[in-house]
């Protein structure tokens, strides 16, 4: 007898049923409902080998209602993924398994990214398409011609970044990305109709893209949309009519089918229902066969794909470009550069300077593209070498991305993860509030994107405390494997620069002054002094009586306070910390003789206090925010909030 | 000469870039295009009295694309607002000045809501729009009956909030809401084409929105379209065309015209293209006096309104309803309903705890209405006092708000503004990074917003790193005016729910569990001990040779940590610390008694350290989390990540 696509599904839907009520946790009611859909996707339609999860070509598969994770864990199984082996789908959700409660691309192999917050997933893919549109405009079809599939749910379609992204998307007129909207009408609190009343498709249509309804659990109208979507010249969205825990007696179509395990009597039900008889965990030969042979589909097109880039003279630099490695002339350039800043001597906004190091570097990294939330202006993001990307033109390296902040910070993590791409972007800083979750994810899954956040203080001045951050900085540094930097001038500016691109494994927020700073490093050192987070900018002799901790802007605060203070005899020493994270890092030795012992510290940076008692002690003085700021010129604002060299004297003197 | 619509909308052009280029800072664009439309709202559609801004039954006015400011500031100077004086026009953006770069309520009357932050206007209003038909379903039509109106821009329209924002009211049939979409085509980096393509009349219907396209400079369309959408049973959408900077004959219709300065050659173009040839800051007596006419419309309506109340038999329950005041018998109730924690020694989760304090509050203040992000269950935030707010039963008390926690936060902040109600919602912690930018402004206005927020730890198990808030405690704890509450057991819950209902002037975060806690506190006390932030929970006999630390769930493995170490002789204190801020407020005194003095300090909370050294020392202990957490149940994890009373005992060990 013929294994049927109804047959594939029912194992898909059989593992995933076992493993959630094994784990006593998970949610089966997706994968019950988009199991025919997924089945026919990866049967027919997606392009991928699992002997080789990371080859370049391959579709890419993003789950971006992650909560169903089984589907795809049962998918990367089935067709012979090695990541995910029976005892993983056993040991679903268990500590060490390959098989976490949400998919996380860094544990398993063939899970293209990390989804699970509703709504990043979609982001994520545009990012993905994008990526795939401009290295395609760079290295041809030969080399780079493949699709995103996406399935999202009504949870991922309510939250505002999904709006962002299908604009974007739409924007961009990315033809090579495929939405499957799992349309089953539930959310957790029960019938959509509860929350929402949206129009889906209409809601698409009016951002460009081209809409289809399909009944989710007709194989041939699931083949004929997916074969439509091929060849449209917009992004597709395909609204997939399902039953959420299909199957299930008595939860099937409700809000309780949703997750947690449907308990013995309704899994016996579901068995019964789409004629499963087998034990749990079992699936019968004949259709782990046909499975396997699908899983085996893609290897001819990988086969003359690996030929194509053998014989394409683009060979070395499309490898170079997936690696992500650096140029190995960028480390010089950047010391020429320091070198030119340092002599120059002049007084710019770091965010100027930042512009000017990414003149250098984009200069000489291809893969580098830029963007901004219409900012560009304000956030020196645009260089001479980056022209716009736009639908006529993906080969551009610059990305207007609008005032989608959220979307931005998604699409970054997904070019990283596509590979070919190191991309940054730009807004004001305190709209790291708004990009925050999808920031979150770059950090947990380790994409090197750089975010570049100007207007880093009450100097951003007249446009007042809803611009102005003050507790941005330090909820970033709270944040697990982010580096934060923020550079006293030019010299720092390139430096920190530097050692965000050389993080392969993290993101990076820069945060850089509107206004003028003064340079703080006017000697030049081929060594990058930021490297170590802190470090002693300005000595006295002999023993300091104090030391002055600063980041940013405020180092020229301290050094004012180091000056005055040394006229009236007092001996202080100023540290510039750029990096509390690479400060941290290094052994206590160094942060020790960095921070002169035992003697009073003072702290200035115009934001909260939250974080640098670890540096300064509970008595330690801090000279910064403690409250929101407020609109007036900028110079106003440091000394009306206190901000001032006479201040951190103050400080320093309370406690000498 | 009879004053026409565009003389008056001509004076409000005239302050606006008068005061702009006195700023040489700001934003014009906006008042010169817009200028027509809210000429015809403010003189015919609007209901308000500048000489009473707290008008409770007033027509609120949103300007969501807040950096426009200077379009509300001449608005409410022409018709009469003494908040805004001609010298504080003069004075825009000027320290001191009640007229900040973006509007801010809590300094200038009439302003409803702080704005400038993309989006958050417009979401907001849906919250103010919500309260209205809610409190008209409560109190009727003579005392609550008025319309909320917002002028939104590309940049609003944009954000992701946006689309949270009017799928919620479009399906909430918010017919009292009316936006007006400044539709001028451009954005700060050019051409809205750009970055967008949206239609968005199209997307606004597809979300059960009314939508008509007005000419923004033709005065009888924009007057006939805003008495259409009187009469909508939907929300209604006016996408409005207009000039961005109008009149200025080099910027009009560009990108430029957006913000800056123009100089004095385009100022003195404009002047001459809408016939204006007077004086900077001048307006002439007759179109002052239409002005101020204008003003006077809405004032025999508040005098009937008036009437109205006062014959009112609910008049006393409005005015306390409006005032925000707490029943006197809270108090009372919540002793009791300690005292029955207490005795009961119940093992709960600290969500479940929550549930239980709100059912006893639910039902003694009626103003609470509150609702989850799609996770009524998990976060226990719906009661028997709080029924559905539906389109079909606007005075229902629960929200439904779907996933869409951005917006959510959002219309807190506007229920808070409107007054009348006390918002309080749910959603997992680590979706703060969603709501953040909200939640931020909400602490800037220093609205009383509760926000639940629920699994707020590895403790919430199996669903992964992408579900557990390793960091947002410490994000939060970092932002200016907020209350983080993270309650041991159910006495203290209740304790934190009676302070975050008491702090009139900021918003509180509830961080609660996912799983079971053993109760801490078992002997009843009338005394709030939460009320100090940090208290002594409990201690040895004699001094303690070192002080414990705990928050939230680890205030049980504090516990047993105490208890371990007394068998080894070591004697600890345990201090239960819900609330850093309010112990950040207690005098040194206070502090230092409690911390014990200068004895060794162990912190345990299951997040990370940053902020903590505060309290413990740079060489303090501390037992949390110092990266993401991972994908098993609970308690392997805390196994697993070592946050245990063996842990803490080893630590105290080590310094004692």
Redesign the interface.
């Given at each position: 007898m013929a294994v049927t696509n109804r047959d594939m599904a029912n194992a898909v839907r059989a593992l995933s049923m076992d493993a959630v009520e094994a784990?006593k946790?998970?949610h089966v009611g997706l994968p019950l409902g988009m199991a025919d859909a997924a089945t026919v996707l990866f049967r027919k339609f997606l392009k991928y080998d699992p002997a080789n999860p990371a080859w370049p070509d391959r579709d890419r598969f993003v789950l971006s209602a992650?909560?169903g994770s089984m589907l795809i864990y049962s998918l990367l199984h089935l067709t012979g993924y090695k990541s995910v082996s029976r005892d993983d789908i056993r040991n679903f959700?268990?500590?060490?398994a390959n098989t976490?409660?949400?998919p996380?691309n860094f544990v398993t192999a063939g899970v293209e990214t990390?989804?699970?917050?509703?709504?990043q997933g979609i982001a994520t893919a545009v990012g993905m398409a994008i990526a795939e549109r401009h290295l395609n405009a760079r290295f041809g079809d030969d080399l780079v011609n493949h699709k995103t599939y996406v399935i999202a749910g009504?949870?991922c379609l309510?939250?505002?970044?999904?709006?962002?992204a299908i604009?974007?998307a739409?924007?961009l007129k990315l033809n090579r990305l495929i939405v499957l909207f799992d349309d089953n009408q539930v959310?957790?609190?029960?019938n959509i109709g509860?929350?929402?009343?949206?129009?889906?498709c209409?809601?698409f249509?009016?951002?460009?893209w081209a809409t289809r309804k399909v009944d989710g659990h007709d194989e041939k109208d699931i083949a004929s949309a997916l074969k439509w979507a091929q060849n449209q010249k917009k992004p597709t969205f395909l609204a997939v009519k399902t039953i959420i825990g299909y199957g299930a007696p008595k939860l099937a179509g409700t809000g309780k089918a949703h997750g947690g395990p449907y308990g013995p009597e309704e899994i016996a039900g579901i068995r019964e229902n789409i004629g499963w008889p087998h034990e749990p965990f079992e699936v019968p030969a004949a259709i782990e066969d046909a499975w396997a042979k699908a899983g085996t589909r893609g290897k001819p097109d990988h086969d003359a794909w690996k030929k194509r880039l053998a014989a394409s003279p683009q060979k070395g630099e499309f490898n170079a470009a997936i690696a992500g490695s650096l140029p190995k002339n960028l480390g010089k350039a950047i010391i020429k550069h320091k070198q030119a800043v340092a002599a120059g001597g002049e007084t710019k906004a770091t965010r100027q300077w930042s512009g000017a190091a990414l003149e250098v570097i984009t200069g000489l990294v291809p893969e580098m593209v830029g963007g901004?939330a219409?900012?560009?202006?304000?956030n020196n993001t645009q260089t001479s070498h980056t022209t716009?990307l736009t639908p006529t033109s993906w080969g551009g390296r610059y990305i207007?991305?609008?005032?989608?902040?959220?979307?931005m910070a998604a699409a970054m993590n997904g070019m990283a993860l596509h590979g070919g791409i190191i991309p940054y972007s730009g807004t004001f800083l305190?709209?790291a509030?708004?990009s925050?979750?999808a920031i979150?994810?770059g950090?947990?899954m380790g994409t090197r994107v750089i975010h570049v956040m100007t207007h880093d203080s009450i100097g951003l001045?007249?446009?007042?405390?809803?611009?102005q951050p003050?507790?941005q900085v330090?909820?970033l540094?709270?944040?697990?494997?982010m580096h934060v930097f923020r550079p006293a001038d030019g010299v720092e500016t390139a430096e920190c620069w530097e050692l965000a691109l050389e993080n392969e494994d993290g993101p990076a927020v820069m945060a850089l002054t509107r206004q003028g700073v003064k340079p703080a490093r006017t000697t030049h050192t081929d060594e990058n002094l930021c490297a170590k987070g802190g470090y002693v900018l300005s000595d006295c002799k002999g023993k300091a009586q104090a030391v002055i901790i600063a980041t940013g802007s405020e180092v020229e605060v301290a050094l004012a306070a180091q000056d005055q203070l040394a006229k009236d005899g007092v001996k202080t020493r100023v540290v510039s910390m750029p990096c509390m994270e690479l400060f941290e890092a290094q052994d206590a030795k160094y942060q020790q003789a960095t921070l002169g012992g035992d003697v009073p510290r003072v702290a200035v940076e115009a934001g909260?206090r939250?974080?640098w008692?670890?540096?300064i002690?509970?008595d330690g003085g801090f000279v910064g925010?403690?409250?929101?700021g407020?609109?007036?010129?900028a110079k106003?604002?440091f000394k009306?909030f206190g901000i001032t060299a006479d201040a951190v004297a103050a400080a320093v003197k309370a406690r000498v």
């Open positions: 784990a946790s998970g992650g909560h959700r268990q500590l060490g976490p409660g949400h996380e990390t989804t699970g917050p509703l709504g009504d949870g309510m939250e505002g970044i999904s709006q962002e604009t974007l739409g924007h959310t957790i609190d029960g509860l929350s929402d009343n949206t129009a889906q209409a809601r249509e009016a951002s460009g901004s219409d900012l560009t202006g304000s716009a207007h991305y609008g005032v989608r902040e959220h979307a305190v709209f509030d708004y925050r979750a979150r994810i950090a947990l001045g007249e446009d007042g405390p809803t611009h003050v507790e330090a909820s540094r709270a944040m697990p494997n909260v939250f974080g008692d670890r540096w002690g509970h925010m403690t409250g929101f407020a609109s007036a010129p106003e604002l009306h």
